[in-house]
């Protein structure tokens, strides 16, 4: 398994600024993503964050609203723009370790996001 | 669409018995399986993962796929009251390393 840390837990931000959320592996991993869930839903994918490269966005999402970075195999940070209250939601970094059959995916403890 | 379903639940079993969560998925090219379990205010820890038919056990989960019928399952044996969580099915598709997630199905275990 792998050990993720996010930072912020939690952040209470006005409309329209934004939020930088990070997300820290305890060792390196190839596949790193940021999901999304909304309060009462289920885990909804919103990136997959590439090393070296742009990430790769699902449908629905945009690089201007949800840039992403992931410097190394170890780091990624999720930025959340021009914050409106629909925004309010939890972020969670995922990694996923093992070979392409044998394939794990865990998540870190999120951050909640509240947007006044 | 690629989609995995689950009923929402909740679902409430008696301490002691067995937990049988169920998860049906659309697309046939999908290659394997993931349960996880997530408390209220809590991210998702991984329960197990399937990626051939039948059964594969840890400890009180059993988890259960059957290809043919697309369906998977998790059994849940002596179910203890810590049990009570929402629990997530997630299926990977094809040959991509993403997860598609069902809505989950909660559960009560009763003291």
């Known amino acids: 398994s792998a050990v993720i840390s996010q930072k912020p837990s939690r952040d209470i931000c006005q409309r329209g600024t934004s939020l930088t959320i990070q997300c820290q592996v305890d060792?390196?991993?190839?596949?790193m993503f940021w999901y999304r869930q909304q309060p009462g839903q289920s885990l909804t994918l919103i990136a997959t964050?590439?090393?070296?490269?742009?990430?790769?966005?699902e449908s629905g999402f945009v690089i201007d609203k949800f840039p992403i970075s992931r410097p190394n195999l170890t780091f990624s940070t999720l930025t959340v723009s021009n914050l409106s209250p629909e925004d309010s939601s939890i972020y969670l970094c995922?990694?996923?370790?093992?070979?392409?059959?044998?394939?794990?995916?865990?998540f870190g403890p999120g951050t909640r996001l509240t947007v006044t | 669409q690629k989609e995995v379903e689950q009923n929402s639940g909740p679902l409430s079993v008696p301490e002691g018995a067995i937990a049988s969560l169920n998860c049906t998925y659309s697309d046939r090219g999908s290659q394997s399986f993931f349960w996880y379990r997530q408390y209220s205010g809590k991210s998702p820890e991984l329960i197990m993962f399937i990626y051939s038919n039948g059964d594969k056990e840890d400890g009180r989960f059993t988890a259960q796929l059957n290809k043919a019928s697309q369906y998977v399952s998790l059994l849940i044996r002596d179910s203890q009251p810590s049990d009570s969580a929402t629990y997530l099915c997630a299926g990977r598709m094809d040959s991509s390393y993403k997860l598609i997630f069902g809505s989950g199905t909660r559960l009560l275990v009763r003291p």
């Open positions: 060792s390196q991993v190839t596949m």
């Open positions: 964050a590439n090393q070296g490269s742009e990430a790769t966005y």
């Open positions: 995922s990694v996923a370790t093992g070979t392409h059959i044998s394939y794990e995916q865990y």
